[in-house]
């Protein structure tokens, strides 16, 4: 099962994208989902770097096993839990 998180409704409160991604990095480990797909958008890149930066955080990165940025799409990311 793959969760889905498009960012480009919340792009400009910062509060929203932060509480956004660990909901569903919670729901994820919660469901046992095996993946959760993040879409930042292309953009100037600042979205995905706030995002790449959250996933580091020791609390959330706990809960997965790797993330990556979708060679193919540069505006999106996909976290793995298995």
Wanted: glycine letters at 6%; aromatic letters at 8%.
């Amino acid at each position: 099962m793959t969760l889905t998180l498009d960012l480009h409704p919340l792009f400009r409160n910062e509060r929203d994208i932060d509480r956004a991604v660990r909901e569903i990095i919670f729901k994820a480990s919660a469901t046992k989902a095996d993946r959760v797909e993040i879409i930042p958008g292309k953009g100037a890149g600042k979205l995905k770097a706030r995002v790449l930066a959250m996933l580091g955080q020791p609390h959330l990165k706990k809960l997965y096993k790797r993330y990556e940025v979708d060679p193919s799409n540069e505006g999106r990311i996909f976290v793995h839990f298995k």
